[in-house]
């Protein structure tokens, strides 16, 4: 059989052995293989060397004085160096003995078979290269470990940061316009969000509002929650600046040059919408919806209607244009908006039924954030796997706006 021999790059191997002719045999057969072998006489000395050098392989005499070999044995328990026991005597309770306390072989002496010998130092040296390898393999998962866990910690702490620049970009969950009422949820599905919803007033009777869905999850979808506030603001400001603009400001002009400020950024992202503005002077809302589903529900002198739009998604095409729709709303209505993750959990089997399911529940009365989770029983979902936003405006009577 032919032996895989190691080479002195693989190690030292010690010899502890108090018979000089033993040891001399023994290591001239090592040092003609390759290896390179240093000699001690006596277990203390040879210890004490082990604990410099930290041999690879360890050729012990279990008579060895002063230091035994199963002392040694013991002392070195746990170690990497492997351990080749030599007795003179054939005592089966001192080979047990050893080999409980981590010894990789047991020879008898004299050595007269070279080959047996060879054979043990070459298992010896395998096992150290295996458990040397296995080491220098678990400290480097380790490293990598930590180094992750590091990373995981950073990034929560961004996203936790993200997240409160989010919510900060938020407007109020609930507010009165004189009698008219906006309120909303956001449940995220990881620390950020890429639902998104705003409103604002734009008149003494108007109100400007939208529900968008960014696609993806994530840093990447919120980031561009961001641009979106920013989009509203300049409305905003625009409206300040020249009241008479918000007949301007009509949801397929804003959903149009938000698509022109999105296009040429690049970020692969996109975004279903649907922006509404209320007149309550002229009882009309007038929406546009950019890719929306599931329709919003409006309920208006006793009547349930599914908005439904045919925009193309805002941020995907160059050169899109957008239509608006307009509604009567009487003098009292209410909206309900959902962006599509509430479709994720619920039961129904189908996007139709769930679609009704929805028409059902606004219809028979479930107007405002703590019934439409109720119903949706959205309580039990300690995690859910997309974003879910729902909003609703709705109005007891015609008034003017306060706020």
Known sequence: MKLTQHSKQDGVILIIDHEPDQRTAVAAWLCREGYQVHIESSGLSGLEYWRKE??????????APGVD????????AGAETQVIILSRAEDMDSVLAALRLGAADYL?????????????????FE?????????????????????LNDSLRLLKEDQEAGRAVQLKMLPE???????????YTIIPSLYLSGDFVDYFRLGPKQIGFYLADVSGHGASSAFVTVLLKNMANRIKQRYREDFSSVKALLPADVLK????????????????????LIDLDEKRLVYCSAAHFPPPVLVTNGKVTALEGKGLPVGLFEDVSYENQEVSIGDTFELVMFSDGILEVMPEPSVAEKERRLMEIVGKGAHN????????????????PDDI???????RAVTHLHG
């Open 127 to 147: 096992e150290h290269h295996l458990i040397r390898e296995n080491r220098l393999y678990r400290e480097a998962l380790e490293a990598k470990n930590r180094e």
């Open 173 to 183: 969950p609930s507010k009165d316009y004189g009698n008219v009422h906006i309120e």
């Open 389 to 395: 936003a729902i909003m609703t405006v709705s109005c």
């Open 54 to 63: 930290q041999p690879a392989v360890l050729i012990c005499d279990l008579a």
């Open 257 to 276: 040059r938000s698509n022109e400020e999105l296009i040429p950024l690049g970020l692969g992202k996109h975004l279903a919408i649907f922006c509404g």
């Open 369 to 384: 954030i703590a019934q439409l989770r109720d119903h949706l029983e959205l309580q039990k979902h300690l995690a859910v």
């Open 108 to 124: 008898l002496k004299p050595i007269k078979d070279r080959t047996m010998l060879l054979h043990a130092v070459n298992r010896a």
């Open 69 to 76: 070999g199963l002392s040694i044995l013991k002392a070195i």
